[in-house]
């Protein structure tokens, strides 16, 4: 528990209070589903260990510029010698940080080269930034490519190699807890490696401004074990379960009559579009809406009603006009997809 202000202790000025708290938020924000301080991969790994190093060099030279300041202004505030100033002059301010840039350089160097070696890599996995979600293809062992959306399930201990593009605008595909950020570029397909080194779920965000709903297109990143992913992917790889209830199947009716298969896939259906998220498997997913919403029935009414209030400029209608009980069919439909 926080410490309650009593009389005798009166409560702090809110800039104090800022500052006093200031540490408390920078050790939140090293822990959690989103931070490269707490790495899970071995790239988010070496960065970790890159910042280390410099923010203990940093406090480092802090230190020294300190005692120099000091020396001169205190400890000796007379005035010096014009050859030992030019000697500081040269050594502290041209010898001492090409020295001290020179290392740093050929060690940041030499963390990133097996950090982009696609050799020995165990899966491939396509990224596309769209505005404003993620398109997922894997690859299967028999060579057939799935496609999800907003997702993306990794085994533990394997290296993996993604490819990432866009259509349109230029995104950043990031993972802090795994690895670096890569950026997304239209035209061009960049590679990034991660090497995830313990299960669990994590958080990946896009990090770089593209749009209005730049902030709201995040991801959830599940490491699991082998054996757990490779069944999870084969599941991707079924076409869509056929609906099970009344409602379901009305649902699904609603779906196909109202057009949303020129735009979503569900394999196995006649939904065949290819501009927006394929929904196959969409129940199954931990979010919806690029990872602002839960997949739950209240959530897919609330997103298909209303999109733009959710995500504005989302490229995807609001279908609010329908009637209440057909766009509470579809969400039970497509929560069902699993
Ligand atoms: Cu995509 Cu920012």
Known sequence: MWPQPTNDNPPMRPWRRGFALLPVALLIACDGQQSTLNPAGTGAERIAELFWWMCGGGLLIWALVMGIAYYATRAHPEAHGIRSARWLILGGGIVFPVVVLTVLLIYGLMLMQPLRSTADVDLQVDVSGEQWWWRVRYETEAGDKVELANEIRLPVGQRVAFSLTSPDVIHSF??????????????????????????????????????????LMNFPVVVMEPAAFDAWLAGQAEPAQAPQTALQR????????????????????EADGALGPDLTHVGSRLSLGAGILPADVDAFQRWIGHTGEIKPDVRMPAFGMLPQEQLNAMAHYLSGLK
């Open 174 to 215: 990031w993972i802090p807890s795994l690895g670096g950020k890569v950026d997304m570029i239209p035209g061009r397909t960049t590679q990034l490696v991660l090497e995830p080194t313990r299960t669990g779920t994590f958080r990946g965000a896009c990090a770089e401004y593209c749009g209005t709903a730049h902030a």
């Open 250 to 269: 009305q649902g699904q009716q609603a779906f196909l009559a109202n057009g949303c298969g020129a735009c979503h896939r569900v394999r196995g259906t």
